[in-house]
């Protein structure tokens, strides 16, 4: 004997018009918001009581072929998911993609994986129309960027500013660096060093370059032996700290590049018995909501990663694949001011 399931259909935009007793095209403009729409608070009521009533939902990608629009899948490529300063990414890619009615896809290279062999399968299949590249090293960038401009795929960079990237929204990392800097100096400081991430990280490169930038310009002698140069993470953070307790002249204050790093320097700060803000004060790239949590809680830059993501999700969605991209994102860095900063100043 042959058991039927029984179908189920999709519930229809003229359904939705029907019940509601109104032009099809009425439901239509209702859901795209279309500021030319006039009709009565009590017609758009109606609407969408029928709508809930029905459990209607738009077929997003059908809308899609009848339009010239051809973005309807956005991948989003991140490093891990284990960073925090990630997910503020991910997040203000997830407000744009609702806004904008796309479908969003976040992946990350796994030790198993290139981001270049991800975004080979992902380009491959057609799972994505899309992309949007966050993290990588220089020469990782280099690649992918090679590979989707040959192929005219509609892709954006974040926070990339490798020779040859033409498609790239960026944060202003170094204004957001002399911010701390001058904060430090502001307060008395002057031995300064700083926990980078590796130089071979286009963003690492080019915070360390910003950190000797705005120590200079301070008015302060620059030397190399400032910057310890680790992994952004946690333990990188430990391992710096542990290096900058062996470095002569003794630092007063120091400045770290990653906010996952900066926890780890706290950490191993308590661990040598080193009092911040009292014996060292501590300040850190990347206001997350829980340095606001810490003990003591850290003075942070603010990067505005989450107008990062959903600036560049619309950038890509609105954009042609071959018009040139390149810019900072719209809200400047901002100086959070708490307790692992202090005066040297008696």
């Given at each position: 004997?042959?058991?039927?399931?029984?179908?189920?259909?999709?519930?229809?935009?003229?359904?939705?018009?029907?019940?509601?007793?109104?032009?099809?095209?009425?439901?239509?403009?209702?859901?795209?918001?279309?500021?030319?729409?006039?009709?009565?608070?009590?017609?758009?009521?109606?609407?969408?009581?029928?709508?809930?009533?029905?459990?209607?939902?738009?077929?997003?990608?059908?809308?899609?072929?009848?339009?010239?629009?051809?973005?309807?899948?956005?991948?989003?490529?991140?490093?891990?998911?284990?960073?925090?300063?990630?997910?503020?990414?991910?997040?203000?890619?997830?407000?744009?993609?609702?806004?904008?009615?796309?479908?969003?896809?976040?992946?990350?290279?796994?030790?198993?994986?290139?981001?270049?062999?991800?975004?080979?399968?992902?380009?491959?299949?057609?799972?994505?129309?899309?992309?949007?590249?966050?993290?990588?090293?220089?020469?990782?960038?280099?690649?992918?960027?090679?590979?989707?401009?040959?192929?005219?795929?509609?892709?954006?960079?974040?926070?990339?500013?490798?020779?040859?990237?033409?498609?790239?929204?960026?944060?202003?990392?170094?204004?957001?660096?002399?911010?701390?800097?001058?904060?430090?100096?502001?307060?008395?400081?002057?031995?300064?060093?700083?926990?980078?991430?590796?130089?071979?990280m286009e963003t690492?490169?080019?915070?360390?370059?910003?950190?000797?930038?705005?120590?200079?310009?301070?008015?302060?002698?620059?030397?190399?032996?400032?910057?310890?140069?680790?992994?952004?993470?946690?333990?990188?953070?430990?391992?710096?700290?542990?290096?900058?307790?062996?470095?002569?002249?003794?630092?007063?204050?120091?400045?770290?590049?990653?906010?996952?790093?900066?926890?780890?320097?706290?950490?191993?700060?308590?661990?040598?018995?080193?009092?911040?803000?009292?014996?060292?004060?501590?300040?850190?790239?990347?206001?997350?909501?829980?340095?606001?949590?810490?003990?003591?809680?850290?003075?942070?830059?603010?990067?505005?990663?989450?107008?990062?993501?959903?600036?560049g999700l619309n950038?890509?969605?609105?954009?042609?694949?071959?018009?040139?991209?390149?810019?900072?994102?719209?809200?400047?860095?901002?100086?959070?001011?708490?307790?692992?900063?202090?005066?040297?100043?008696?």
């Amino acid at each position: 004997m042959t058991n039927h399931s029984p179908k189920i259909s999709r519930v229809t935009g003229s359904q939705v018009a029907a019940l509601a007793k109104v032009d099809a095209a009425v439901v239509s403009k209702i859901l795209k918001e279309d500021p030319t729409l006039r009709v009565s608070s009590e017609t758009r009521k109606r609407v969408m009581d029928a709508i809930e009533q029905l459990g209607y939902r738009p077929n997003y990608a059908a809308q899609r072929l009848r339009s010239s629009r051809k973005i309807g899948a956005v991948g989003l490529i991140i490093p891990n998911f284990s960073n925090p300063a990630f997910a503020e990414i991910v997040h203000g890619a997830e407000i744009a993609a609702l806004k904008q009615k796309v479908a969003l896809f976040v992946s990350s290279n796994s030790e198993l994986t290139t981001p270049l062999e991800l975004i080979i399968d992902l380009v491959a299949s057609g799972r994505v129309d899309a992309l949007l590249i966050a993290g990588g090293s220089s020469s990782e960038t280099a690649e992918i960027n090679e590979y989707l401009s040959a192929r005219n795929f509609p892709y954006l960079f974040l926070n990339r500013q490798s020779i040859g990237v033409k498609r790239s929204l960026f944060l202003d990392d170094e204004y957001a660096i002399s911010l701390l800097v001058d904060h430090l100096v502001e307060l008395g400081h002057k031995k300064i060093y700083n926990i980078a991430g590796r130089s071979s990280m286009e963003t690492g490169k080019r915070r360390q370059n910003a950190f000797k930038k705005a120590i200079t310009e301070a008015g302060l002698t620059f030397s190399p032996d400032l910057i310890i140069e680790e992994e952004y993470s946690a333990l990188g953070g430990q391992r710096g700290f542990q290096e900058i307790l062996k470095r002569k002249p003794k630092a007063t204050a120091l400045v770290v590049s990653e906010f996952n790093m900066a926890v780890g320097a706290l950490n191993a700060a308590r661990k040598a018995k080193v009092v911040v803000p009292d014996d060292l004060s501590m300040v850190a790239f990347n206001n997350l909501e829980f340095a606001s949590l810490l003990n003591p809680t850290l003075t942070t830059v603010g990067l505005q990663l989450q107008h990062l993501g959903e600036e560049g999700l619309n950038l890509l969605i609105e954009k042609q694949p071959k018009e040139e991209i390149y810019q900072t994102v719209s809200k400047s860095a901002e100086l959070f001011l708490r307790e692992s900063s202090k005066s040297l100043r008696k």
